[in-house]
């Protein structure tokens, strides 16, 4: 090919990408892996702060994995009586989520915490002291709602301050955020590698053979965070992962508009699962099934094709008779369904269950950055992270 002809080719080919990818004709400066609530909200804040971030996501459709099948509970702090800064962290997050999020918050529910006399971590009054002094509202249980539970099993029972999200309606707000944004998203596709070419440029590469040379590489892939430094040739990052089961109930007609969980060690929770007008039941003890670690001496396999393999027998019967001890009403409760996901752990966080977001430069190559964000209300700690990074050496991007 003559040179004149090369130079039409590539101009036809980068256009082609850039009209393909999105309806503005904006060259992409960022590479987002993952297409989770942490990928789209970041690439939202980077657009805002003036680079071209583009989301590729491996599957057909924004927020299915651990964006969708989790608890759907915001945190308001209650669930982390041993971990002071993500208590904290949460409390100080909460009213910022309700109200940035607000068409996708659930809050027409009375939402119980309890203690367990048996086995817990916390007594009732240390968790009582705890939440005063982060600053989340507790309450005495009025006594209809009290005579609920067993007492030789419950010491204590609070109504607590605490919403839950409605993940169909987080996905529909990213979706047209970054619609109107003009942020390009390439579904079905994944970031297979990062890395530095002879020119010095760090390059995306794509599944479909795509290369995108970008000034940063936002690894956001949760359970696949691996996958993306495996195939970079960069350091492994120590993960924990479990399979995960929570079963979607039907509650029985005297609890219904409660949801429940039970502090702090081997006990349960029920929350509502608004994008399925249900109800999801999950046990400390019983809803993981198997745990696996990813660490830089073991062979890493790759979590989703695991999870497709794994065979998946509910543990509801376990989950249920053990709860229906503390709140017998629930026994009467209706199966109808379970949800599974790999959950993701950052290993240091088995001592106290803290749910700190790991954001990364990579030692490697620092114009890659790992985010996985632990729990969702978590998503404005990464935002401070990112100007952080924006801001500084070597990788001072040019706005
Ligand atoms: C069982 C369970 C219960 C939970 N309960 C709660 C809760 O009640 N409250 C709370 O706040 N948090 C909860 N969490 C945590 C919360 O769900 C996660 O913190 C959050 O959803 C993570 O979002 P994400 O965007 O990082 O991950 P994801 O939503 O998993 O997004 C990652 C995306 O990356 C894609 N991907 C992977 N590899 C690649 C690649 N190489 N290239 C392109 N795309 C790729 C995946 O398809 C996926 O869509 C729970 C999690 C689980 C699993």
Not at 35 to 52: E, K, V, Y
Not at 149 to 174: G, K, Y
Not at 179 to 192: A, F, K, L, N, Q
Not at 310 to 319: A, G
Request: proline share 6%; net charge neutral; charged share 20%.
């Amino acid at each position: 090919m003559n040179t004149a002809i090369k130079f039409w080719f590539l101009t036809f080919t980068v256009s082609l990408l850039m009209v393909s990818s999105s309806s503005t004709t904006h060259f992409p400066n960022v590479v987002i892996a993952g297409g989770g609530f942490f990928g789209c909200s970041i690439a939202l804040m980077l657009q805002r702060r003036g680079l071209r971030p583009m989301v590729v996501e491996s599957e057909n459709e924004l927020l299915t994995r651990a964006s969708q099948v989790n608890q759907a509970r915001v945190h308001g702090g209650y669930h982390y009586p041993r971990s002071l800064i993500t208590a904290y962290r949460s409390r100080y997050n909460y009213e910022r989520f309700r109200r940035v999020y607000r068409e996708a918050i659930v809050d027409q529910f009375t939402k119980v915490y309890g203690v367990s006399r048996l086995f817990s971590k916390v007594t009732a009054s240390q968790f009582e002291v705890f939440m005063q002094r982060i600053g989340a509202p507790l309450k005495a249980a009025p006594d209809k709602i009290a005579a609920m539970f067993d007492t030789n099993l419950t010491e204590s029972v609070w109504i607590a301050q605490e919403c839950a999200f409605d993940c169909a309606l987080l996905r529909e707000r990213c979706r047209r955020d970054l619609e109107e944004s003009g942020i390009p998203i390439r579904y079905g596709t994944r970031v297979v590698s990062a890395q530095r070419d002879i020119r010095g440029t760090v390059v995306a590469g794509l599944s479909d053979g795509s290369e995108w040379p970008v000034e940063l590489v936002i690894n956001a892939t949760y359970s696949g965070l691996n996958l993306l430094t495996q195939g970079s040739h960069l350091p492994v990052i120590p993960l924990k992962h479990e399979l995960a089961e929570m079963a979607l109930i039907r509650l029985p007609e005297e609890l219904d508009g409660l949801s429940v969980t039970m502090m702090c060690g081997p006990f349960f929770s029920f929350m509502p699962y608004p994008s399925r007008g249900l109800t999801t039941l999950s046990h400390v003890r019983y809803t993981p099934h198997l745990q696996w670690f990813e660490k830089p001496e073991t062979v890493l396999r790759d979590p989703y094709e695991r999870f497709g393999q794994l065979v998946k027998n509910t543990h509801y019967q376990y989950m249920v008779t053990d709860a229906a001890r503390y709140i017998p009403a629930l026994s009467k409760a209706e199966y109808v369904d379970s949800i599974w996901e790999v959950k993701t752990l950052l290993p240091q966080t088995e001592v106290d269950d803290g749910r700190p977001i790991l954001f990364r430069r990579d030692p490697a190559l620092p114009e890659v950055i790992h985010v996985m964000g632990g729990k969702i209300d978590n998503i404005f700690d990464v935002e401070d992270e990112l100007d952080a990074v924006l801001s500084s050496s070597p990788v001072k991007i040019a706005l």
